[in-house]
């Protein structure tokens, strides 16, 4: 049961096999048994929604929806009505929405049902999931290393199959490295896909809602429910609605995939380029076309994103002043102390770094030199994408440097936004990516990077899908979760 594809589980639901209290039941026990190791989840549902389930068999009833009665996990940054919204922070350790993200909308209506909410690194800062608020999260292959970030309760609860969808977000690789430190497949569409509105905002330009799932097929199912314009997000895009197709036979036949050879040569870790190329052979096994491209400004992406991210996370993070959001101090002399014991408080240390330096880039004496230099920056390697995607269609490329690392490894300075090399480029780029498990070195998993052109969710989501027809990596999961 708890290894089954959502389509598996679906026609299981739909024949009444199992009912959907049943299926959720099988996995609300997961999580109350797992939580204990792996703390992935913040909030576990001690009942389902009424409301939720009763949708769900509705849904059944009439048929032809293959999400209805399926499980699953939001984010904790995605708003829940009724349901506490931390983003892994004191800030908002006491914060309960009064409305939905449409997302969360968007996959109630189709009858899923939320069973919690996952942990995640303060704010979406971070690659580890060690920046939270609500204790760290341990990788369900290896409990004493992180399970990659920010969204790394998502990934860890999948992982365990503790659930067998849930969201994430994804603003410089927080769906993609987390996927692939798990085992796990992770969409980030491309950017204005999905709509960001109840999503709380890290930094606004980079920011995409996604899915973590064990397959590429689930992760498209999923997808095609939670995207589409909606007018409350001026940056969600007027596209045609995403459907996801599943291919019905292998084909990548005179695919052309573009190979970044320079990033694989960069790698040091022997297993993960080891895997990396077996797996680019198996698509051209299929009858892609490999074919070598230069991403010649990629190695400036991480400069300017933390320059650009924090200088977002500065304006979007000062609405938590106390007053109008979020915590409030006891220690009030005065309005100035208001505002700085009520931040010091409530935000954690990486958090109030990214402030500072945000604050700082976008002073006035700084900006031209680090925020509009990061910007230009942002357009070249943009610039490098487009030409690219003039030679092909896909591209296929490493997620992480390494794989999982141990808890307190990369406590230091900025050590950890190295994890971001190789997914920040798409991320500044704002192009749909994807990360599939490939295999594992030393017993953990590592992933491929798909990346496409924008708003071509299908076709990465194609390749990863006839990849996984093949081999059963997307199907392994840590025996001790059995
Ligand atoms: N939010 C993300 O995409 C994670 C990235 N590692 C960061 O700390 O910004």
């Not at 092909?392 to 440097?401: G, H, L, N, Q, W």
Request: proline share 5%; aromatic share 8%.
């Amino acid at each position: 049961m708890i290894n089954l594809s959502v389509r598996a589980m679906s026609a299981m639901l739909e024949s009444k096999q199992i009912s959907v209290q049943e299926l959720c039941g099988v996995y609300s026990d997961r999580t109350q048994a797992f939580n204990a190791d792996t703390n992935a989840l913040i909030t576990i549902h001690a009942e389902l929604n009424a409301a939720e389930l009763l949708q769900a068999q509705a849904l059944l009833k009439q048929g032809g929806h293959p999400l209805a009665g399926i499980p699953l996990v939001h984010k904790d940054l995605f708003c829940t009505h009724g349901v506490k919204t931390t983003c892994g922070s004191n800030m908002l350790a006491e914060f309960v929405p009064p409305y939905n993200a449409t997302v969360v909308q968007k996959l109630s209506d189709q009858g899923m049902v939320s069973i919690g909410k996952a942990n995640m690194d303060e704010f979406a800062m971070g690659s580890s999931n060690e920046h939270s608020a609500f204790g760290l999260v341990s990788n369900p292959w290896d409990l004493s290393r992180v399970p990659g970030g920010s969204s790394g309760g998502s990934a860890a609860a999948v992982a365990a199959r503790m659930v067998p969808i849930a969201t994430g977000t994804d603003t410089g690789g927080s769906i993609r490295q987390p996927a692939a430190f798990c085992g796990i497949t992770g969409i980030k569409p491309s950017y204005g896909r999905v709509s960001r509105y109840g999503m709380v905002a890290f930094a606004s330009s980079l920011d995409q809602g996604g899915v973590m799932a064990p397959s590429a097929d689930d992760c498209g199912l999923v997808l095609s429910a939670m995207s589409g314009h909606d007018p409350l997000d001026s940056t969600s895009a007027q596209q045609p609605q995403f459907d996801w197709q599943k291919p019905k036979t292998p084909d990548s036949k005179g695919l052309k995939v573009g190979v970044v050879s320079a990033w694989i040569e960069d790698l040091q870790d022997e297993g993960i380029k080891q895997r990396t190329l077996e797996a680019i052979a198996q698509l051209q096994a299929n009858g892609a076309e490999l074919v070598e491209i230069d991403l010649p400004h990629a190695d400036l992406a991480i400069s300017a994103y933390y320059v650009l991210a924090p200088a977002e996370c500065s304006s979007n993070l000062s609405r938590f002043d106390g007053v109008r959001f979020g915590h409030q101090t006891e220690h009030v002399t005065d309005l100035e102390s208001l505002y700085r014991q009520s931040r010091s408080e409530g935000f954690g240390q990486e958090v109030q770094k990214r402030i500072m330096i945000g604050a700082w880039a976008l002073s006035s004496g700084y900006y031209d030199a680090y925020y509009l230099k990061a910007q230009k920056v942002r357009r070249l390697i943009s610039d490098d994408f487009k030409q690219a995607f003039s030679q092909v269609d896909v591209i296929a490329c490493p997620v992480s440097p390494e794989v999982a690392f141990k808890h307190g490894d990369k406590s230091e300075g900025v050590s950890m936004y190295q994890a971001d090399k190789f997914t920040i480029p798409a991320s500044l780029a704002g192009l749909p990516c994807l990360s599939m498990p490939i295999g594992f070195t030393q017993g953990l998993p590592v992933g491929l990077q798909l990346i496409g052109n924008y708003f071509a969710e299908q076709s990465i989501l194609s390749l990863a899908d006839q990849y996984q027809q093949q081999t059963n990596f997307h199907l392994q999961f840590p025996e001790a979760f059995a």
